[in-house]
Structures are given as C-alpha cells and as structure tokens.
C-alpha cells in the first residue's frame, strides 16, 4: 500500500469532519467522521496512529480556518502566498492535538484498554488543552457541530461544550465498532448510544419549556449597531470623520426607538476616546444629546514609563448623562490581530494585521458592567468562544453577555457563521441571553436556550432593536465551571498510568 493509499483514510476523516461544522453544517457527519481514522489506525504502531491523527487534523483545520490567508492576505503587506505559511503552522499545531488522540487511543488498546471507556475522556482533556496551551485556540471544538440540535445541547449547562465533544466521540466509537466487529455486543452498544441520545433530546426539549415558562425577572430595550466598515478604511485617517457620522446616525435612530442600551462594536470608535479630546467631547454630547448609555469600542492606552504606552482593546460605558461609568480591557487576544505567536522565532517575517497600532496589552479584570436594568459583561470578539472566560463574568455577577466584535477580517468566509455559533453556545452554559454587536455582522440576540431570536445580515449597515426579557436562572457551569473537565484528564491520566504501570509488572 503506498503512502497515499495508506494516509487518505485519515485525511478523508477531516473533511468529513469540516463539513459538519458551518457553513456546510452537515452536523449529523460529526457522528461518523471518525470512523475511517479509526479504521485506518487498527493495525499500526501508536508513533504512525499519530502520524494518522495529525494528517486527520490537518485535513480538518485547513478546511475550516483557511480564512486566515485571507485575512492576512489582504489586510498586512504580506503576499497571499506567504500567508499561507502562518496557517500551515498554525493547522500544524491544532492538528497534534488529533494525532495525539489517535496515538493515546492506539497505545490503549495495544494494552488490552477499551476505547469507549478512554476516548472521550481523552479527547475532552486534548480538547481543553488545546484552549490555552502553545497559543490557546479553541476555534471550532468537536461539540459546536451540534449545535442545530438545540434540545440535544441544553445539557452543556452542566458540562460546557465539552459534553457534548464527548458525546460526538463516544457515537463514533459505536458507529466505528458497528461496522468492524461481529460481536453480539455491538447492537448493545448502539442501543445505549440510541438511548442516551434520545434521553438527553428529551431532557433539553423539557428543560426549554421550563426556562420559556419562568416570569421574566430582567428587561432592557437594547440597540446593537452594525456599522459595515470596511476594515481597510478603519484605521484610514479619510474614513474617520464619516465612520463617526455613521454611528452617530444609527444611534440617533435607535434612541428615537426607545433604547435603554445603544451598543457599538469592537473598536467602532476610530479615535483614542482618552485623548482625542475633540471627538471624545462630540461622542460624550452625542450621548446628552440621547440621554442614552452608550457602551462601545476603542483602542486605550496606559502610559507606564516615560517613552513606553501600552495599548489596549478597550469597552467603555458611558452614562445617559454622559459620565464615564468604567472600562473593560480585553484579557484574551488573538492571534494574528493582536499579536502575532512565535513573532521572535517561526513567524519573525510577519507585522501585526492592525494597521497603525502597536502590540496590545492584556486586560487584568473580567469587569461587570451596571446599569439600572441589569448588570452585564462584556466578550470582546476572541473572547466568547472561551466557555470559562465567558463564565467568569456570570461568576461575577452578569445577568446578560454582551459580545462586541469585528468580523470584517473574515470576509465572506466561513468564519462569522462559525463565531456566531460558538457564542451562542455561552448563552446556554451560562442561562443568561447574549447579544452580539459585529462591525460587519452577524449581530445577533440569543436567549438563554441559545434559540437565536434576530440576526442581521452580512455586510448590511442596520440597528438590531431588540426587547429583551429574561429570568434570572443559575446553571451548574455558572456556579462551577469545567468540573467535568477535570474528571475527563483525572481519569484520562489514571487510565493511562494504570496501563502503564500494569504494562511494567
């Protein structure tokens, strides 16, 4: 067999895999695309099931976060050609993270392990790793491709998404032993997956009646302005004076639609709002003007020694009466926007995408806002698709997320959809609704079953008015956080070390 033969198997998993996950959204493949990695690992060594693993990610990442030669492609001086380099190492990284998955799950078996009893484990711990480890990228986790099943998913109250992304591996398990073994017990294990399947269905579908019956205990008339700024323009010195008439204009409209909360996305506000002091008095008058809060995006800034200013992707909200009620710094950054991983070393050859801006500082706080109606945090892009991140600022006291974002540096890609569906998975963990504010869409309101009400379109400028009322519910994640994650890598490691330790006597 040679090496094409030997690897497509593997490489075909990942495809198969991308297509469950948006735009294509073929969830129900997510339940099998494992089965032909698993196949083609059933007779090798666990060093070549890693080589397997890896090729299936590879296959996988390239097909859902090719966005970032785009991205990188047309907003950086760099040729779309050399943009290729950053993706292949960073789908390089990701990718070792399935080959370590189909490694762990080889040199289990060569040691007489189940894999139902590891894999999901295994794969929830590798999972949960890879959201902060080398350079924290949880982007398109195995669980988010169910997200069309919105009964099916209710459970990641208590478990994060990560439940589900066990769920997904254990179906493949089944579906993988189903079509090699002749055993009895096969038809056993069907059952049981049928079952659980169709319980936690069942489950979810009631626990959306009960939240949908529960007296509302909050509500807030609330303005998410979708400005559709180009971001080549963004940081265009000709663009500024018409990218502010722009939002001044949808902010007046929506004050005049009775908003008790007007909301711009990340960094809308194209100026340093500390410093600029002529258009920092005309955005503080346009809110007197309205008599409205207004909470919006701009780059801060902190000065910490004499030549040295660290700036900062910054929310401030402001008061109906114009005052300064606070500010939020985001905490976690992202890749390629603002900063760029391994900058000293691999990628020395590439200049941050924000054009004009330095480096940005990392946030120290997961601050929560006040407002007479209600008390929210705010998810700076990046950030909401962090499910503990997220849950932290509901730990603290949020009743409702606020998401600001630019979506503008994905284009038409399949990345918004993808965004949009990992932010909404923090509105179930968490039972509180999460609205979205994206420069260029989607802008989105999300109750707290993660039933997405209203969404814009792409590249359309438009106000999202939306009435929001809701109870005021604790989940166990809330309260909590990745209890089951750790009871995941707790027994993936006693797995292990106990077949290891058997092994050597």
């Not at 040729?79 to 762990?104: D, N």
């Not at 056993?188 to 529960?214: D, H, I, K, N, P």
Request: with cysteine; glycine share 8%; proline share 4%.
């Amino acid at each position: 067999m040679n090496r094409v033969t030997r690897f497509a198997p593997a490489f075909l998993s990942g495809l198969m895999l991308a297509l469950a996950f948006p735009k294509a959204d073929i969830s129900l493949l997510a339940w099998v695309a494992f089965a032909p990695l698993l196949w083609s690992i059933r007779n090798v060594t666990p060093k070549q099931a890693f080589v397997h693993g890896w090729i299936s990610g590879m296959g996988f990442y390239l097909c859902t976060m090719y966005w970032v030669v785009q991205t990188i492609g047309l907003y950086s001086n760099i040729p779309t050609v050399v943009a290729i380099l950053p993706l292949l190492a960073l789908c390089a990284i990701l990718a070792s993270y399935t080959g370590a998955f189909a490694a762990g799950l080889r040199w289990y078996q060569l040691r007489g392990g189940s894999l139902f009893v590891l894999g999901p484990p295994l794969w929830v711990a590798l999972e949960w790793l890879r959201s902060f480890f080398f350079i924290g990228c949880p982007w398109v986790d195995l669980g988010y491709s169910q997200y069309p099943f919105l009964n099916l998913v209710q459970f990641v109250e208590f478990t994060g998404v990560y439940g589900v992304s066990a769920l997904v591996i254990f179906g493949n398990l089944v579906v993988f032993t189903l079509l090699t073994s002749r055993e009895a017990a096969r038809w056993r294990l069907l059952g049981t997956a049928v079952v659980l399947v169709l319980v936690l269905s069942g489950w979810g579908a009631w626990r959306r009646t009960q939240l949908a019956a529960l007296p509302p205990s909050q509500h807030l008339r609330i303005a998410l302005l979708q400005g559709n700024i180009e971001q080549d323009q963004k940081w265009d010195k000709a663009f500024e004076e018409e990218i502010l008439s722009r939002y001044e204009r949808l902010s007046r409209e929506a004050a005049a639609k009775g908003a008790q909360l007007i909301v711009w996305p990340e960094t809308a506000f194209p100026f340093y709002f500390q410093s600029d002091f002529l258009y920092r008095q005309r955005l503080l008058n346009l809110v007197r003007e309205l008599r409205t809060p207004l909470l919006f995006g701009a780059v801060g800034w902190q000065q910490k020694r004499k030549n040295e200013v660290t700036l900062f992707n910054r929310a401030y909200l402001l008061s109906a009466s114009g005052e300064e009620l606070g500010s939020y710094d985001k905490i976690k950054l992202a890749p390629f926007g603002e900063y760029i991983p391994f900058h000293n070393s691999l990628l020395f050859f590439l200049d941050k995408l924000v054009v004009g801006i330095g480096d940005f500082g990392i946030g120290t706080e997961a601050k929560v806002f006040e407002l007479p109606q209600t008390r929210f945090g705010v998810l700076i892009c990046y950030e909401g698709i962090f499910p503990d991140f997220a849950r932290q600022f509901v730990a603290n006291g949020a009743q409702l997320l606020i998401n600001i974002t630019n979506d503008a540096w994905f284009g038409r890609s399949s990345a918004p959809y993808q965004h949009l569906v990992m932010e909404a998975m923090r509105a179930i963990e968490n039972r509180v609704p999460l609205v979205r504010a994206a420069n260029t869409g989607f802008s989105a309101v999300i109750a707290n079953d993660g039933h997405i009400h209203a969404q814009t379109a792409l590249y359309e400028t438009t106000t999202l008015i939306a009435d929001l009322a809701w109870p005021q519910v604790s989940s166990f994640y809330a309260r909590y956080g990745d209890v089951f994650v750790y009871l995941c890598v707790l027994m993936t490691l006693g797995m292990l070390g106990y077949s290891h330790y058997r092994q050597s006597r």
